[in-house]
């Protein structure tokens, strides 16, 4: 990996060697780092204070034993964990995933790249991230709540409105924040914001479900407004089918842009005629009811291929269509160089990141170098927690926001990300660039608040 200056080149060795085994924590410090290297030179105070490495050192992280009975009658046994990483700014915000990949180190470098997000968001949310090894996938609905009972059992004495409060991720939607807080209220006796992504008749706050997909768009639109362009008829690749994805399409949409793809673990489906919003209301149905496979789109709708998943492949032929933007809204490490490669060769030059470090570093290389607008993950995808703020918010002053009260405080927040990315890039010698901006900006607010703060 190429760093500017010998103090990156020693501080990533010290991570590397102080956690051994976390290849996605190191890949998300490796991200920042670099782009904090004019901060620093303009602020050796925080350098003295060793803001850096307080930083990457989560202020607590907690692993469980999550045992609960299938539906056989069989005791499984998971883990669970929660990392409390930052709370320089306000309570711990972020989300559980439920995927079998999760360990530690993925949920560090989750928890890292929350901090900076939920700072650029402007509400007052620390960061951190939870989850468990656990897959919901075939699992029956009684399953899923006997585990989310038993995962809460040990959680709640590590949460609270004030202190820590989760939400969904991959893997982990309504139907499982609601096992999650029905389990919660029954332990403490208490009705509080202790979650987010509740449904509306139980403290949730409408465009809860739609805000990260839908920023990840306002960002897209921001960015191509600034070269005085818009989505308007542009072919859109989408990668994933969940939650962000789908709302990611629905906005897509709104805005006249041509959604071409959706996929998930097995393949992709490709659809020239673009999906339209019935063919979106059948994806739903089958992602959020009938939990089914993505081919089955490709099974109900005539002229779209379906490309299942080949591991063997070097590169993930679903960025290989020609398209004019990208939004990843999958999972981690989606676009490696070649696929960077394919995309700016197939007419892309916008990638408006959903998911949470979808673009390995060769393909943000490659972007930068070709000057694609490339948002990261922590400011496009920043919708989703801003909103769950938002729902904070609400919950604790018992009001209730209308659709589009919601919805233009979201626009708002994803334009005023935006705006913050660009100016903290310039004032630092890196105009235009988006990730610099990003990490700069987030960085600046976290570490002014752990100053005042002192050595804590
Ligand atoms: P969902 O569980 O709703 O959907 C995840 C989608 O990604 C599914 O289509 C899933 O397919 C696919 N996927 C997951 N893991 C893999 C994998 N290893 N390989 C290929 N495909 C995979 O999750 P979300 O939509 O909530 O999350 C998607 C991304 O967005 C994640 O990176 C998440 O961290 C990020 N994010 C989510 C936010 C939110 O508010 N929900 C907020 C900010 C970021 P399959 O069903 O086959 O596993």
Redesign the pocket.
Known sequence: MHHDSAWIRDFMEMVEAATPGEPAFHQAVGEVIPSLDPVLEKRPEWRKARILERLVEPERSISFRVPWVDDAGEVQVNRGYRVEFNSAIGPYKG?L?F?P?VSLGILKF?GFEQVFKNALTGQPIGGGKGGSNFDP?GRSDQEVMRFCQSFMNELFRHIGPDTDVP?????V?GREIGYLFGQYKRLTNTFTGVLTGRAVEWGGSLIRPE??GYGCVYFAAEMLGTKGRSLEGVRCLVS??????QFAVEKLLDLGAIPVTM????GFIHDPDGIDRDKLAFVKDL?NVRRGRIHEYADAHPGVEFHATDRALDHNPIWAMPCGAAFP????N?INGIDAANLVAGGCDLVSE???M?TMPEGQELFREKGVLYAP?KAS?AG??AVSALEMAQASSRTFWDRDEVDRRLRAIMSSIHRNCLDAAEAYGRSGDYMDGANIAGFAKVAKAMMDQGVV
């Open positions: 989300g995933r995927h990949t989750l996938k939400a969904g991720d991959i893997g939607g805000a990260t994933g089918s969940g939650n962000v994805a996929s998930d673990s097995s992602k809204c999958a999972t981690q989606e959903g998911a949470n979808p993950g995808n989703g927690v």
